[in-house]
C-alpha cells in the first residue's frame, strides 16, 4: 500500500522524503518488523479472549500419546494471530499489484478459511475429527484453483481479444545443483496438477506436524527465511560483476543476479520476498507465545494457512524441488505418516511407535523440548543445503 501511495504522489517533494520505499531490501525488512511489533502486541489480548471462549474445551487431538493431556485447556486457533500479521506486512510493504503476492495470499487465507472451519468444527462438536479430510482436499484444490487460473493466468492477448488460458507460471522444471542450461523440461499444462501436489502436499505435511509446542512454527520460519533469499535472487533487478569475452575480448559486464547464479527469473520475486518476510515477522511473534510450554495452540487456521503459503512460494518462486530440500522436517513427517499406513495395510505392522514420527521419539522416551529443538536443528540445515543449491548451480 506504501509503494502505491508513493507511486500516486510521484513528482513530488513528499516522493522525495519517501523515496526509501522503492528498494525492496527496505520493505523486506520492514515488513518483518511490523509482522512481528503487530503480533506482539495483539497476542496477549487474542489469547486471552481465545481462553475464554474456549473455556473448559479440550483442544488436544485424540491421536496423541497421553502426556499429551495435561496440554488440554490451552486455548487453539491461535494460527489467527500468524494470519492477521502476514496480511498487514504483507498488505502495508509489498506491491499490490504484484499477481504473484495476490495468489500467495488467496493460498494463505484460502487455507487458513478451510483451518478455521476445522477447528470451529472441532470446537462445536467437542471433538477432534473436525473438517472430514475429503471437504478439506476438495476446498484446498478450489482455492488453489483459484489462485492458478484466477490470478495466475491471462485469457486474453495483448489486444483484449479472448485466447484461452495462458500461465503466466514458468511451467520448466528445476532442479537443485543442476543449472537450468543443462536440465529444464517443460511440463506444459502437466505443471498444473504437479503444482497442485507440491501446494495441497506441503500444507498437509505442516499440518501434520503441528504437534508438539512449537515444533511447526519454527522450520516454517526457516523455510520463509529461506524462500525469501531465493526469492529476491529470481526476482530482484541487482546486477553483479561477471566477465564475457566477445570476439576475444573480455570485459566486465552486469548480469541480474538470477542469471548470475543459473535460476529461472520470476517477475515480481522481490515482492515475495516481502511476503516471506511477513512470514518471518509473523512466525516469531508467534512462537513467542508457542514456544514450550505454550500458552497457545496454532490450531489447523494456522497450520493449513502456512502449509498453504509455503507451497505456494515454492510454485511461485520455481522451486518446486528444491522445496522438498527446505520442507525437510514437513516432508519427513508426512512420510512418516504414508510410511506407517502402507506398512499397517500391507503387513499388520507398524515400522514407527506412532506416527507422524515426532510422537514416535516421544514415545521412546525422548523429552519433548529436546525432539523440539533437534526438529530445529535439522529445519535450519536443510534451509542451508537449499541455498547453498543456488551457487553450486
Known sequence: MLLLIYEWIQGTEAARLLNFLRYPTFRIVAAAVASLLLGMFVGPRLIAWLRLKQHGQSNVREDTPDTHQ?????????????????????????????????????????????????????????????????????????????????????????????????????????????????????????????????????????????????????????????????????????RIADVETVNGVTRLVGVPLWRYLGVPEVPGGAELAVFCASIVGAGISFLWFNAYPASVFMGDIGSLALGGALGGLAVLSKNEVVSAIIHGVFFAEILSVMIQVTSFKLTGKRVFKMAPVHHHFELKGMAEPKIIVRFWIVAILCGGVAILSLKLR
Open 70 to 238: 495435561k496440554k488440554k485447556g490451552t486455548p487453539s486457533m491461535g494460527g489467527a494471530l500468524i494470519l492477521m500479521c502476514i496480511a498487514f506486512g504483507t498488505f502495508i510493504f509489498a506491491d499490490l499489484k504484484s499477481r504473484a503476492v495476490w495468489a500467495a495470499l488467496v493460498l494463505t487465507m484460502g487455507y487458513g478459511f478451510i483451518g478455521f472451519l476445522d477447528d470451529w468444527l472441532k470446537l462445536s462438536k467437542r471433538n477432534s475429527k473436525g473438517l472430514a479430510g475429503r471437504y478439506k482436499i476438495v476446498l484446498q484444490t478450489v482455492f488453489y484453483l483459484v489462485a492458478i487460473f484466477g490470478i495466475m493466468c491471462t485469457w486474453t492477448g495483448p489486444d483484449g481479444a479472448f485466447t484461452g488460458p495462458r500461465l503466466l507460471i514458468d511451467t520448466k522444471l528445476t532442479l537443485p545443483f543442476v543449472p537450468t542450461r543443462w536440465f529444464n523440461p517443460d511440463f506444459g499444462w502437466f505443471y498444473v496438477f504437479f503444482a497442485w501436489i507440491v501446494v495441497v502436499g506441503t500444507s498437509n505435511a505442516v499440518n501434520l506436524t503441528d504437534g508438539l509446542d512449537g515444533l511447526a512454527i519454527m522450520p516454517t520460519i526457516i523455510a520463509a527465511s529461506t524462500f525469501a533469499i531465493l526469492c529476491y535472487v529470481a526476482g530482484s533487478l541487482t
